[in-house]
């Protein structure tokens, strides 16, 4: 079963946790998604949307209400153990010991899962702590922490990667340093499956995404698609009034700002200058900048349902 395109397929997800009082809580509500077999899919959505409930379903830690899933073809959870070899998954802080050094702590676990001694060096080379593999646990920063977590799950060679909410409680040089983790490991040919409320802190690494929200899909498919990188202008022009007509006319939204025109839409900054000079008009000034993924991203959770275009991954 292992000649599909998809590293993990989810169909109709549904769970429902009960609880003692009122009633029971939809975490997950009918979900369907597919991460590709290769490069980083995000996994988006605002906190309490229903991200953690999914990697625990997947990973058998929860029991689903509904739905049926497959990790690289195979279903689970009924023949989870089958792939869990493959899987590699950071969902909670894995323990080590802390007077041992990062190195020892891995050569422990490789040694209980019969990893041989040379791979603990390339995961520790791999995840950058080459420096500090020597250093006491307990006086690693929660970056380094999260580094050696990460070299933990690399010792078995998986295939797919979850990470969830990894750059949680990180600082930025943190967030960085996870986020070329994070792309190494796709780069290497592995489906890593990322979850954030964050899209800012993900967005140079992602090549695609679900965005999820109340436990239901709104969008999925490859990040600019769903996203919308959008062109944002800055244009300084004699006439702005007549300016900014002829470019609405021509399908681009306008600001008009005391000095210029702020310009948005979805084509080439080169159209404005052209469709501009065939109305006698000369810029003076154009800037090209570019709307951020978060900006997008936080209009989209925050519209009402049905009026998400839902794409799918072509
Ligand atoms: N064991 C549980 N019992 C009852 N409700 C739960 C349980 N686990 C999660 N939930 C609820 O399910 C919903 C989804 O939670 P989940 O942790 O999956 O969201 P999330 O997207 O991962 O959020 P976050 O980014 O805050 O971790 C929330 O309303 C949460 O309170």
Redesign the pocket.
């Known amino acids: 079963m292992d000649d599909t395109p998809w590293a993990i397929e989810i169909d109709g997800l549904t769970k429902r946790?009960e609880?003692l009082a009122g009633p029971p809580?939809l975490?997950?509500d009918n979900l369907t998604m597919r991460v590709p077999r290769v490069g980083v899919h995000g996994f988006l959505?605002?906190?309490?949307?229903?991200?953690?409930?999914?990697i625990?379903l997947l990973l058998g830690l929860?029991r689903p209400s509904a739905g049926t899933m497959r990790i690289l073809g195979t279903p689970v959870p009924a023949q989870l153990p089958q792939v869990i070899g493959r899987v590699g998954a950071i969902v909670e802080r894995p323990r080590f010991f802390g007077e041992f050094s990062a190195r020892k702590n891995l050569r422990l676990l490789a040694t209980s899962i019969g990893v041989p001694g040379r791979v603990v060096e390339e995961v520790i080379d791999l995840v950058g702590l080459s420096d500090r593999a020597t250093d006491r646990y307990a006086t690693f920063s929660l970056g380094m922490q999260q580094r050696l977590a990460v070299a933990a799950t690399l010792l078995k060679d998986p295939q797919v990667v979850i990470f969830?909410?990894p750059t949680n409680g990180l600082d930025p040089a943190g967030i960085r340093e996870m986020r070329e983790m994070i792309r190494t490991l796709a780069d290497r040919g592995k489906a890593v499956l990322v979850?954030s409320?964050l899209i800012g802190e993900l967005e140079q690494v992602v090549d695609s995404v679900t965005i999820?929200r109340g436990?239901r899909r709104l969008a999925e498919g490859m990040i600019d698609e769903v996203l919308g990188r959008r062109t944002i202008l800055r244009v300084g022009v004699a006439e702005p009034a007549r300016a900014a007509g002829v470019l609405r006319a021509n399908g681009w939204a306008v600001d008009e700002r005391p000095r210029h025109l702020e310009v948005t839409g979805d084509w080439p900054a080169e159209l404005v200058t052209r469709q501009l000079a065939d109305v006698g008009l000369w810029v003076s000034e154009l800037h090209v900048a570019r709307a951020s993924l978060e900006q997008r991203f936080l209009e989209l959770t925050a519209l009402p349902e049905p009026a998400y275009p839902l794409r799918r991954i072509a």
């Open positions: 946790f609880r809580r975490a997950v959505g605002p906190n309490g949307s229903g991200k953690s409930t999914t625990r929860v969830d909410e979850s409320h999820i436990g």
